[in-house]
């Protein structure tokens, strides 16, 4: 069955959409049909960039994770310009590390905030126009930290442990209104968040990971359009994409 007909073509809100795997994440939606409102917070720019390239497919909208205000505020532009919200890919997130113990507890706890209040915003706002929407779903992007944990990263791996939490649960609860709700969970991939990475970590990470290498923003865009858009027998799954790393 074709979901993206061109009288009828899904429309997909991918948050963090400016750059980086939500950038590759908007591409490969356009390429299959769909039209992608992506949210930008600094990067406004990059984001009209995306929309000249597909200037029918594409609409940028401001949304910021410190404001849980912005979220109805985007979801209202989504339906107002396209009348419908059919999917929701939650991938806008910062990354801070930094062992606990040399760790101030404010910024602890703002890394916590920044991942989760925005995300769950954002879910909480899509929710009674997903009921309408055709084929609907949610596709939380985690991390593989999340999922087994790396130190240094206690405040970030806490929150995608929690957004796998939450995935999980609310597949559940929204289960009945047929919307599938699952859980992405990258290892490392070449971004701007990775290059913050020091080159002496960078190799431990690629001794660690079995393929031997970090992965690309379009290898992680093709595993978030599969739960979004093809994988109707998935909710309340994590599909790790680490190029083994957690083995
Ligand atoms: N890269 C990795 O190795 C890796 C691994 C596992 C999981 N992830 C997860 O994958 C997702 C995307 O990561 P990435 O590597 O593509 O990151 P990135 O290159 O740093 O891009 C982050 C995106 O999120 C948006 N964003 C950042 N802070 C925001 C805020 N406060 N409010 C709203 N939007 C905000 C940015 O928008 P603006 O630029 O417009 O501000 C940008 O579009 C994140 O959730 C990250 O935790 C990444």
Known sequence: MDKNDHDDPRVVLVSGGSRGIGAAITTALTQRGCRVACTYRAGRDKAEKLAVDAPEQVFPIHFDLHDDATAPVAVQRVISHWGRLDSLILNAGQWSGGRLAETDPTIWWRVIETNLRGTVALARAALPHLQHGKSPSIVLVSSVVGVIGHAGDTAYASAKSAMIGFGRSLAKEVARDGIRVNVLAPGFVTTDMTDAVSESARRRIERETVLGRFGTAGE???????????????????????????L
């Not at 359009?225 to 190029?243: I, P, R």
């Open 220 to 246: 992680i865009a093709k595993a978030a359009v599969f739960l979004s858009e093809d994988a109707t027998f998935c909710t309340g799954s994590v599909l790790t994409v680490d190029g083994g790393w957690a």
